[in-house]
C-alpha cells in the first residue's frame, strides 16, 4: 500500500519466490475479466498476485542488464505481434518507475518498429537467459522517433523461473546480413524443422477491445523439451504446464482468440513468426496424457514470415531446466 515497504510470496507451480515492493501502489484490481474467467474454469480462482502500476527499483536495475528485449503489439487489423528488439545492455533504460525507454540505435528486426508506434498497447518481457530471471511489463508507447522509443508502465510484475533454458550468448559473426523477411501460409519443412525442435516459444495475445484498463497486449514465455509442440498440418498443440496460475495467456485467448507464436533459432538469429486463432481445451485426454500438462491449446495457423540472422546475437544452451526435464513429449502419447 502506499507509504509502506512490502513483499509479497506468490505461488508458482509448488514453489514460491518473493517480489519485494516499494512506496507504491499494488493495484487493487489484478485482472480482466478473461482472466478471472480462466481462473474458474482451472478450477485454482483467483490467486493473490503484485502486479504493479510501476516498477519497483529491482525491475528497473534488471532491464538494463539485458541485451535483448521481447515485445508485443497489435497491428492494424488487430491481430498480435511478437518481436523481440537487441542492443548493447543499457540499450533500455527506466528513467523513472513509470517509464522505459528504448535506445534509438535498438536493432528492430526487419519493419518490425513499424508496428509500435505512438499511443499503442504494448506488452514486454524482460528474460535473462543466463540467470532464467523475468520480469513483465506492460505500457502505452508515449513517443517513438529519433530519440528511441518511450514506454508509459501501467502494469509491473516478476514471473518465476520455470521451463526456461539457461542459455549463454554472444555477438553474432562479424560481417553477417539479415536476409529478406519471407512471407508463407503453410508451413514448410525448415519452419516445421525449428517448431519441432524448439524448446521455447514466446506467445502474444491480447484483450482486444474487450479490456482497456486491465487488459491489452501481453507476451509470454513457453518452454518444454524438444518436441513439446505437436504439429498437424497447419495446427500447433501446446501444452500448459503448471505456473504462476495468474493465467495472462489463456484468460487474453479466451476474450481474443488471435494470437502470434516467435520462434528464435538461438544457433543462427533466425526468428519464425506465426499467427493463427487460438483454442484452450481445459480438459481433454490429451492433456491427462502428456507428463505435466494441465491442459492444451490449439493454434491454428493463419500466415507467417521467416528472416535468416534476423537479429545480431546467438545462445549456447548451458542447461535444461530441472522444471522442463520433469516434462513430456508428444513422441510419448502418439
Same mark, same amino acid.
Given at each position: 500500500?502506499?507509504?509502506?515497504?512490502?513483499? =509479497?510470496?506468490?505461488?508458482?507451480?509448488?514453489?514460491?519466490?518473493?517480489?519485494? &515492493?516499494?512506496?507504491?501502489? #499494488?493495484?487493487?484490481?489484478?485482472?480482466?475479466?478473461?482472466?478471472?474467467?480462466?481462473?474458474?474454469?482451472a478450477?485454482?480462482?483467483?490467486?493473490?498476485?503484485?502486479?504493479? $502500476?510501476?516498477?519497483?527499483?529491482?525491475?528497473?536495475?534488471?532491464?538494463?542488464?539485458?541485451?535483448? !528485449?521481447?515485445?508485443?503489439?497489435?497491428?492494424?487489423?488487430?491481430?498480435?505481434?511478437?518481436? #523481440?528488439v537487441?542492443?548493447?545492455?543499457?540499450?533500455v533504460?527506466?528513467?523513472?518507475?513509470?517509464?522505459?525507454?528504448?535506445?534509438?540505435?535498438?536493432?528492430?528486426?526487419?519493419?518490425?518498429?513499424?508496428?509500435?508506434?505512438?499511443?499503442? /498497447?504494448?506488452?514486454?518481457?524482460?528474460?535473462?537467459?543466463?540467470?532464467?530471471?523475468?520480469?513483465?511489463?506492460?505500457?502505452v508507447? /508515449?513517443?517513438? &522517433?529519433?530519440?528511441?522509443?518511450?514506454?508509459?508502465?501501467?502494469? @509491473?510484475?516478476?514471473?518465476?523461473?520455470?521451463?526456461?533454458? !539457461?542459455?549463454?550468448?554472444?555477438?553474432?559473426p562479424?560481417?553477417?546480413?539479415?536476409?529478406?523477411?519471407?512471407?508463407?501460409?503453410?508451413?514448410?519443412?525448415?519452419?516445421?524443422?525449428? #517448431?519441432?525442435?524448439?524448446? @521455447?516459444?514466446?506467445v502474444?495475445?491480447?484483450?482486444?477491445?474487450?479490456?482497456? @484498463?486491465?487488459?491489452?497486449?501481453?507476451?509470454?514465455?513457453?518452454?518444454?523439451?524438444?518436441?513439446?509442440?505437436?504439429?498437424? &498440418?497447419n495446427?500447433?498443440?501446446?501444452?500448459?504446464?503448471?505456473?504462476?496460475?495468474?493465467? $495472462? *495467456?489463456? &484468460?487474453?485467448?479466451?476474450?481474443?482468440?488471435?494470437?502470434?507464436?516467435?520462434?528464435?533459432?538461438?544457433? @543462427?538469429?533466425?526468428?519464425?513468426? !506465426?499467427?493463427?486463432?487460438?483454442?484452450?481445451?481445459? /480438459?481433454?485426454k490429451?492433456?491427462?496424457? !502428456?507428463?505435466?500438462?494441465?491442459?492444451?491449446?490449439?493454434?491454428?495457423? $493463419?500466415?507467417?514470415?521467416?528472416?535468416?540472422?534476423?537479429?545480431?546475437?546467438?545462445?549456447?544452451?548451458?542447461?535444461?531446466?530441472?522444471?522442463?526435464?520433469? *516434462?513430456?513429449?508428444? =513422441?510419448?502419447?502418439?
Open positions: 500500500m502506499a507509504g509502506t515497504h512490502r513483499a =509479497t510470496a506468490r505461488l508458482c507451480g509448488n514453489a514460491t519466490f518473493s517480489d519485494t &515492493g516499494s512506496s507504491m501502489n #499494488i493495484q487493487p484490481e489484478l485482472f480482466h475479466t478473461g482472466e478471472v474467467q480462466a481462473h474458474a474454469l478450477g485454482s480462482g483467483t490467486p493473490a498476485a503484485a502486479i504493479r $502500476n510501476f516498477m519497483p527499483e529491482q525491475h528497473r536495475q534488471f532491464f538494463p542488464l539485458l541485451p535483448y !528485449l521481447m515485445l508485443a503489439t497489435t497491428d492494424d487489423s488487430g491481430w498480435p505481434v511478437a518481436n #523481440i537487441t542492443g548493447a545492455p543499457g540499450f533504460s527506466s528513467p523513472d518507475p513509470q517509464h522505459l525507454h528504448i535506445t534509438a540505435d535498438a536493432h528492430w528486426p526487419g519493419s518490425s518498429k513499424q508496428q509500435f508506434l505512438s499511443a499503442k /498497447q504494448v506488452g514486454m518481457l524482460g528474460i535473462d537467459f543466463n540467470t532464467r530471471r523475468r520480469n513483465r511489463a506492460n505500457g508507447i /508515449q513517443q517513438t &522517433g529519433d530519440e528511441g522509443v518511450s514506454i508509459s508502465v501501467t502494469q @509491473s510484475f516478476g514471473n518465476c523461473p520455470r521451463y526456461i533454458q !539457461l542459455r549463454d550468448v554472444y555477438a553474432a562479424p560481417g553477417e546480413v539479415a536476409q529478406p523477411v519471407q512471407s508463407f501460409t503453410d508451413l514448410d519443412a525448415a519452419a516445421r524443422k525449428l #517448431i519441432h525442435n524448439a524448446d @521455447s516459444l514466446f502474444a495475445t491480447t484483450s482486444g477491445t474487450h479490456e482497456t @484498463s486491465m487488459g491489452g497486449p501481453d507476451i509470454s514465455h513457453r518452454g518444454g523439451m524438444p518436441g513439446f509442440i505437436r504439429i498437424d &498440418g495446427t500447433l498443440t501446446i501444452p500448459d504446464f503448471n505456473g504462476n496460475k495468474y493465467f $495472462n *495467456t489463456l &484468460g487474453n485467448m479466451l476474450l481474443e482468440p488471435r494470437a502470434a507464436l516467435l520462434f528464435v533459432d538461438y544457433a @543462427s538469429g533466425g526468428l519464425l513468426h !506465426l499467427q493463427g486463432r487460438t483454442e484452450v481445451l481445459w /480438459q481433454s490429451e492433456a491427462a496424457a !502428456l507428463t505435466g500438462a494441465e491442459r492444451i491449446w490449439r493454434f491454428h495457423i $493463419n500466415g507467417g514470415w521467416w528472416q535468416a540472422h534476423a537479429i545480431p546475437l546467438r545462445w549456447s544452451l548451458r542447461e535444461i531446466a530441472p522444471t522442463t526435464a520433469r *516434462t513430456g513429449v508428444w =513422441t510419448e502419447v502418439s
